[in-house]
């Protein structure tokens, strides 16, 4: 594998995800965007099953300083589907690392499985990132939104429904039971593949910033039917995932979960919350979030292309 002159690729190391991090906010600056990924969200990512840094994850230096990115996951154990993904720095951009880093991703993909059908994502905005991607015959498949609400104002409170509870999560009582919310919500939604209770837990646990008083689980009885995973992004409250079991679909129990949710974040001080969704959701996810007052400000675009 050959990089453009003066520019050097290792294997990616965990001691690497501040210097990742803030890769990603210099190019969410570049576009006038707010920069949303944090150090434990790449270290989380480096725990998923079958991220392999050693063999499928590149960091490019130039004198020392990360300044493009390249990484490969396969999302199931099949190799069936790989997601690809490519940054580089705007300070570095028209050099041939874009290429380079398509060309490892490539053929790291094509080592792992031949017949792949392979994934790669840019913003809206990235219009050399889009052009690289067409060039190489990927197809847009899919919209992505983050979206966000201002908190300038207190949002409105709003009971649960008639027999449901809210709290917020207890690990050692709950965390099999929101695993378990979580593959059920999600299984209809695009992209989707299963993850074992270990997968998804551990990773998840084992963020720095773990604050289980962020998550707010919904009950009837004993039977846990809802939930709002929520972290926090550099700059605002961040909602992870919202999933609710479809029999308790209709009832306003998402609704409830993020006007809670709000107003969590703002009594920890943020001014604003955000949320990433699939544009074209079956759940129609996107008509709640406008519904309380969130808006779009940033689109995600997934390009697919068939290994031949």
């Not at 050097?8 to 210099?26: K, Y």
């Not at 969200?41 to 994850?57: G, H, K, Q, S, Y």
């Not at 960091?59 to 993904?85: G, H, K, M, T």
Request: one cysteine or more; charged letters at 25%.
């Amino acid at each position: 594998m050959h990089w453009p002159q003066g520019y050097a690729a290792r294997a990616a190391r965990h001691e690497d995800v501040a210097h990742i991090a803030g890769l990603f906010a210099a190019a969410d600056r570049a576009e006038g965007a707010p920069p949303w990924a944090t150090p434990e969200d790449i270290a989380e990512d480096f725990r998923r099953p079958r991220m392999d840094l050693a063999a499928n994850v590149r960091c490019v230096q130039r004198d020392a300083e990360i300044v493009a990115y390249a990484e490969v996951w396969p999302r199931d154990e099949e190799n069936s589907e790989i997601d690809l993904f490519c940054l580089v720095h705007p300070n570095h951009l028209g050099h041939g690392l874009g290429r380079a880093c398509l060309d490892f991703c490539e053929g790291r993909a094509r080592e792992i499985s031949a017949g792949a059908g392979l994934f790669n994502y840019t913003s809206r905005a990235d219009d050399r990132g889009r052009d690289l991607l067409e060039s190489a015959g990927y197809e847009h498949v899919r919209s992505f939104w983050h979206m966000e609400i201002d908190l300038s104002q207190a949002p409105p409170l709003r009971d649960p429904p008639v027999g449901i509870a809210i709290r917020a999560l207890d690990p050692a009582r709950d965390a099999r039971a929101l695993h378990s919310v979580m593959e059920e919500s999600f299984s209809e939604h695009w992209g989707w593949s299963p993850t074992s209770f270990e997968d998804w837990w551990g990773p998840y646990e084992s963020r720095a910033d773990f604050d289980p008083a962020l998550t707010l689980v919904a009950h009837e009885d004993e039977h846990m039917v809802g939930a709002c995973i929520n972290g926090a992004a550099p700059d605002r409250g961040w909602v992870r995932d919202l999933g609710v079991l479809k029999p308790w679909r209709g009832r306003g129990i998402a609704q409830v979960l993020l006007l809670m949710t709000f107003r969590l974040f703002l009594e920890r001080g943020f001014t604003k919350v955000g949320l990433g969704v699939d544009s074209e959701n079956t759940t129609n996810a996107t008509s709640l979030y406008e519904r309380v007052g969130m808006r779009v400000y940033r689109e995600f675009l997934a390009h697919r292309k068939e290994l031949g």
